[in-house]
């Protein structure tokens, strides 16, 4: 259960849904709209109604494109000349694009220990491209640097609003398209789209129930949602690299607290398993992050069961060779 459940709740949370609504407008159109498939034969094996909303058919191969393009009408705006943000991939590539489109530099910051795929294609929509430190924790922190010293705008994923915002728009799709939803499960990292998704169903479809899911090797803001205070973690453990964070936002966990019915924590063979099942029965190829929804039905079928399941594919920035060991090699072994 979440901690707060009246609508008066929902005026402790940052998000609006006017801004929202008008975030729709100053994202590109290839980000908007996107396919909520019903997916028959997945959820046949699943044992529940399975739609997925395919956040993956845009220039950069994932959801931040939504917030990336409204963070970057805000800095237009404000007569900002560069953007910085830390990223350990998909951010960076949707605020590369962004940027480009609106004629501003930008400077993503990111981990030694990035995806490199991730990292070529930010390189090839035109940012600059800095390494530093072995995680998002270490990056963020030379990003409010360079910020500093160079006058630039600061994008702090999950903390700045209009990453939520952007992100929220899914949430005003998901509720037009199928009202009758019973459960959305939603990838859960520094918590953009989780808190933006959530806050517009409860806001508008009070009746779904609204679950984050997170690796058990990235649980930090998990637990702090069901400790109901931040809590830090030592290390990443998890292929899951869109959603593995250490440091919960105080500001963004106090969103979560409101907004989520509850946290589920699934494990790296589920989410592997979450990916084969999205590539034989829906035939698309996913990151790890994408697939955290699926890997909880799968390590809890009694509980969706019956039920109108959505699930958000966040993205499928991966690269051939971490495919084909994770989903395409184990499936070979087992004949399929």
């Given at each position: 259960?979440?901690?707060?459940?009246?609508?008066?709740?929902?005026?402790?949370?940052?998000?609006?849904?006017?801004?929202?609504?008008?975030?729709?407008?100053?994202?590109?159109?290839?980000?908007?709209?996107?396919?909520?498939?019903?997916?028959?034969?997945?959820?046949?094996?699943?044992?529940?109604?399975?739609?997925?909303?395919?956040?993956?058919?845009?220039?950069?191969?994932?959801?931040?494109?939504?917030?990336?393009?409204?963070?970057?009408?805000?800095?237009?705006?404000?007569?900002?000349?560069?953007m910085v943000c830390a990223s350990a991939g998909n951010l960076g590539q949707a605020l590369a694009y962004s940027g480009s489109r609106r004629g501003l530099g930008v400077t993503v910051v990111a981990a030694t220990t990035a995806n490199p795929l991730k990292l070529d294609r930010i390189a090839a929509l035109g940012a600059d491209v800095r390494l530093e430190g072995e995680d998002i924790e270490d990056a963020r922190l030379l990003a409010g640097q360079i910020a500093e010293a160079d006058g630039a705008y600061l994008v702090e994923d999950s903390l700045d609003l209009a990453t939520c915002e952007g992100a929220a728009t899914i949430g005003l799709e998901l509720v037009r398209d199928d009202p009758a939803l019973d459960v959305v499960l939603v990838a859960l990292g520094g918590g953009a789209m989780a808190s933006g998704v959530a806050y517009v169903l409860r806001a508008l479809a009070e009746h779904v129930e609204v679950i984050g899911v997170q690796p058990v090797g990235a649980p930090a803001m998990a637990q702090s949602w069901r400790r109901g205070t931040v809590v830090e973690t030592d290390r990443i453990e998890t292929i899951a690299d869109g959603v593995a964070g250490r440091c919960p936002i105080p500001e963004v966990l106090d969103d979560l607290l409101v907004v989520l019915d509850d946290v589920a924590l699934v494990g790296e063979d589920s989410i592997k398993a979450g990916m084969r099942a999205l590539y034989e029965h829906a035939g698309l190829v996913v990151e790890p992050s994408a697939a955290l929804g699926i890997a909880a039905v799968l390590e809890q079928p009694e509980r969706f069961a019956g039920r109108r399941v959505a699930t958000i594919l966040c993205g499928s920035n991966v690269g051939p060779d971490d495919f084909a060991r994770w989903v395409l090699e184990p499936a070979a072994r087992l004949g399929r």
């Open positions: 259960m979440r901690y707060f459940i009246t609508m008066n709740a929902l005026d402790r949370v940052r998000l609006r849904l006017d801004r929202i609504h008008a975030a729709v407008g100053q994202i590109d159109r290839s980000f908007l709209d996107t396919p909520a498939l019903p997916c028959a034969p997945l959820g046949r094996a699943l044992g529940c109604s399975m739609t997925l909303k395919v956040e993956t058919l845009n220039p950069v191969r994932s959801f931040k494109g939504r917030g990336a393009e409204t963070v970057a009408a805000l800095a237009g705006e404000q007569g900002v000349s560069r």
